[in-house]
Each structure stands twice: as C-alpha cells, then as structure tokens.
C-alpha cells in the first residue's frame, strides 16, 4: 500500500509540474523572473533567444519530470544589467552572438561563474584555440526584408542582393536603397556581412547600422520606402505566430523577400532548400563539456536541447532541425 500510495504521489507531483509547464504557454517566455536563479546561465543571440527561453521552462529532469532550474536564458535587450546568480554577478546585458560569447569568454578568464552558454547565430571566427565548443541544436535561415508598401522587389537573386550590399546597385524600381546591418555585437550581421562578400571595419559607404539603432531582426527599422536588413526566417516565423510562441510581435512593415525564386517559408517552417541558412548554436567553455548539468542540457542527441519535445519547440519557433544536434565537433577561441 506504502509503494502505491508513493506512486500516486510520484504522478500528482509530475502532472502538477506538467500543468506549470502548460501554463507558461500562456504568458510571454523572458527573463527568468526576478530572483529565481537556475544551473546554466545564457546570454547573446537574439535570433535564438525565444526558443532557449522555451527550453529553459520546458527542461526536465532525469526522470523526465519538468525542471525549470536547469537552463535561464535572458535576453539580448531589456534592463541594461542583467543578474544571474542569487549573489554578485550584476552584468551589462550583452546583445547579439559576439557580444554574448565575449561575455562569456572573460566570464571564464576572470573566474566569476555568472555566465555559462552564449547563444550563438554564428559559428567560430577564431579557431587558433578549442577553449570553446560551439553546439548546433537547430537550423536557421536569413533572407532579405523590405516595407510591405515599399516598391522594392520582393524577390531578388543573391546577386543582385551582394551588388546592392556593395553598393553597386544604389536604385530598383526607381527607389534610392539603403542597406542596414543589425548593431554591432550580432551574429547575423558578421554573418550576413560575409554571405555579402563585406569585411567588417572596411564597409562600403552606403551600409549603415544607423548608430546602432537597428537591432536585429527588429522590423521596425524599416522606416523608408529603400530600406532593406537581413532578417532571421526563423524569428520572423516565431513573431507572426506571437500567440503561441508567446514573443513580441517586432516585425513592424517587414516583409520577407524570395531569394533565387526560393520562398523563405514552407510548410510553416524555415524552407530548408532556402539559398541562405547556417546552423544556431549553444557555446560553453570546451572543459566544461563534462559537467552534468551542461551535457544533460546541450550535449547529444538525447540532450534537453535535442530530444523529441525540444523538437515540437524548435517547429514552433520557425527553426529546421539540425542533423548534428548536439555535435562538439566545432571548436574555436570566439
């Protein structure tokens, strides 16, 4: 009777924390509240950041009962500091894949444990060191975004895209173009900058990130009718569908170009065949690759990131699947 009784417990215990999970489908996935601390702390990517926030409060523990202790991941904007740990560890809020990843890697030199993962849109830039692992857990894509009421194509050929990020072709269709890159510190724009053939220190005249006031895949930006940004596939996605993903709608006028005659979006879902698309990943410090709290979350196919329900969030949140979720093949410095 003692055994039957610990197991009805055991499946009240598990539903209720099952009807916590559900419920946070219902309320915007953000920060972790204030003053609720967990083991792996992540920073950067705000292409990644809403799907992370859905696998920190999906987390389950090793017999699969909902653990939201496991993963927090906060943001690339809000609050200019950030606060991870019960005590110390206040830090600037870093915004965009390089600017969490050097958090991260000064985190790790300066010994002060605030910071455990970087989401990532990129993979490594520096590959003279393996001090860092960069994990895939799931497939992103980047294409183009103008108005909707803007008289710019809205398909192009790549091309035609590198000649007008090289400022090449400064007018279509009788409209001056201006191309905007996101803020300094963001995956998306050293990525895009190299799809468009562009080093970053040496850009051509016409490309602006506007002082850094165009945040990444923030519509809003588009505020002329030559305005043109790369934009994640994948967020624009999760925002459309901002009742069940649970994120701000940022999408403003944006529409999302074809690019090479390639529809950016099928089936719901980033098209996988789209000319543009790179994997997304989880960065930790390569010696901590072993710690159980950081392979349960991100490392193997059986990792929290990985497995089936992690899938069903990576559908919503507009991301293919990566065949090598979970891989710590790729390593590098930053």
Same mark, same amino acid.
């Given at each position: ?45 705000? &292409? ?17 009962? $909902? ?36 958090? =991260? ?18 993979? $490594? ?34 091309? &035609? ?16 173009? &201006? $191309? ?41 930006? =588009? ?78 196919? &059986? ?32």
């Amino acid at each position: 009777m003692r055994v039957n009784s610990m197991r009805r417990a055991a499946v009240v215990v598990a539903g209720t924390a099952l009807l916590s999970v559900s419920a946070l489908t219902n309320t915007a996935l953000a920060d972790p509240a204030q003053g609720e601390y967990r083991q792996l702390v992540g920073v950067g990517s705000d &292409t990644t950041q809403d799907v992370m926030n859905r696998h920190g409060s999906l987390s389950v523990d090793s017999n699969g009962i $909902p653990d939201k202790q496991l993963i927090a991941s906060y943001d690339a904007t809000g609050s200019v500091n950030v606060k991870t740990r019960r005590s110390k560890c206040s830090l600037p809020r870093p915004n965009g894949s390089s600017a969490g990843i050097t958090a =991260l890697v000064n985190d790790v030199a300066a010994g002060t444990k605030c910071i455990d993962f970087a989401r990532s849109s990129r993979g $490594p830039q520096d590959t003279t060191t393996t001090d860092l692992t960069f994990i895939p857990f799931a497939k992103d894509g980047v294409t183009y975004a103008v108005r909707k009421d803007s008289g710019l194509p809205k398909s192009l050929t790549k091309a &035609t895209l590198v000649k007008i990020y090289n400022c090449q072709t400064r007018k279509l269709n009788g409209i001056t173009i &201006t $191309p905007l890159i996101p803020q300094a510190g963001s995956g998306t724009r050293s990525f895009w900058l190299k799809q468009m053939g562009l080093v970053e220190g040496s850009l051509p005249s016409c490309v602006t990130d506007r002082a850094g006031a165009v945040q990444e895949h923030d519509g809003r930006a =588009l505020t002329g009718a030559g305005d043109i940004m790369p934009f994640s596939i994948p967020q624009f996605i999760s925002q459309a569908n901002a009742a069940k993903t649970k994120v701000e709608d940022r999408r403003g006028a944006a529409a999302l170009g074809k690019l090479d005659g390639h529809v950016p979006v099928f089936n719901g879902v980033l098209n996988l065949k789209f000319p543009i698309t790179r994997d997304v990943y989880n960065v930790v410090q390569t010696s901590r690759l072993g710690i159980s709290s950081v392979k349960s979350a991100f490392v193997g196919k &059986t990792s929290q990131v990985c497995v089936n329900g992690a899938k069903d969030s990576v559908r919503l949140y507009g991301f293919g699947k990566a065949a090598n979720c979970g891989s710590t093949v790729l390593k590098g410095k930053s």
